[in-house]
T-cell receptor
Framework: GEDVEQSLFLSVREGDSSVINCTYT??????LYWYKQEPGAGLQLLTYIFSNMDMKQDQRLTVLLNKKDKHLSLRIADTQTGDSAIYFC??????????FGRGTSLIVHP | DSGVTQTPKHLITATGQRVTLRCSPR?????VYWYQQSLDQGLQFLIQ???????AKGNILERFSAQQFPDLHSELNLSSLELGDSALYFC????????????FGQGTRLTVV
């Protein structure tokens, strides 16, 4: 089955860009997602990209997809302390049920 | 607020007991998904219902069962509880069976003692 890997922690300074990376194993994955989880809250869908796209931009968020390397990244421009959260990468294929990574804890310090 | 409501928020129960977790999807959403989030397993898909019918099954134990009612709310039943069942249980909903945009509830934290 699908396996999604991402690093566990990322620490950045406020105002810098953050880049969270993710790799997945199933080359037939159709949709790739980024979710955000704040303490005590559920997962919030940030953005998703279809597998025939290379890039998607939404305000401060940029998603890059390298389908050949099965690599997905999320760039957050001008990172703020309010961006501190756990970010989950997920991938889904024909069943449309996402397989989630373990999540990357983003810590933003002043 | 995602519009998905889960009750209760917290639940503490003893081993061997049975509990029921409830989920009300967003208005208009026909599909409901249940996930388990634990420290050792991460976020695991359990089961999906679409318009009252089971649509997809993931890593759901035989001691667990779920259903979706005519009013589209869903219940997840966990029985013969073990310490290892302690986790956050999330419900999510989407308009269609294809989960391109799913909205998550805040979760039920289950503690088995």
């Amino acid at each position: 089955g699908e396996d999604v890997e991402q690093s566990l922690f990322l620490s950045v300074r406020e105002g810098d860009s953050s880049v969270i990376n993710c790799t997945y194993t199933d080359s037939s994955s159709t949709y790739l997602y980024w979710y955000k989880q704040e303490p005590g809250a559920g997962l919030q869908l940030l953005t998703y990209i279809f597998s025939n796209m290379d890039m998607k931009q939404d305000q401060r968020l940029t998603v890059l997809l390298n389908k050949k390397d099965k690599h997905l990244s999320l760039r957050i421009a001008d990172t703020q302390t309010g961006d501190s959260a756990i970010y989950f990468c997920a991938a889904s294929g024909g069943s449309y049920i996402p397989t989630f990574g373990r999540g990357t804890s983003l810590i933003v310090h002043p | 607020d995602s519009g998905v409501t889960q009750t209760p928020k917290h639940l503490i129960t003893a081993t061997g007991q049975r509990v029921t977790l409830r989920c009300s999807p967003r208005s208009g959403d026909l599909s409901v998904y249940w996930y388990q989030q634990s420290l050792d397993q991460g976020l695991q898909f359990l089961i999906q219902y679409y318009n009252g019918e089971e649509r997809a099954k993931g890593n759901i134990l035989e001691r667990f069962s779920a259903q979706q009612f005519p009013d589209l709310h869903s219940e997840l039943n966990l029985s013969s509880l073990e310490l290892g069942d302690s986790a956050l249980y999330f419900c999510a909903s989407s308009v269609e069976a294809k989960n391109t945009e799913a909205f998550f509830g805040q979760g039920t934290r289950l503690t088995v003692v």
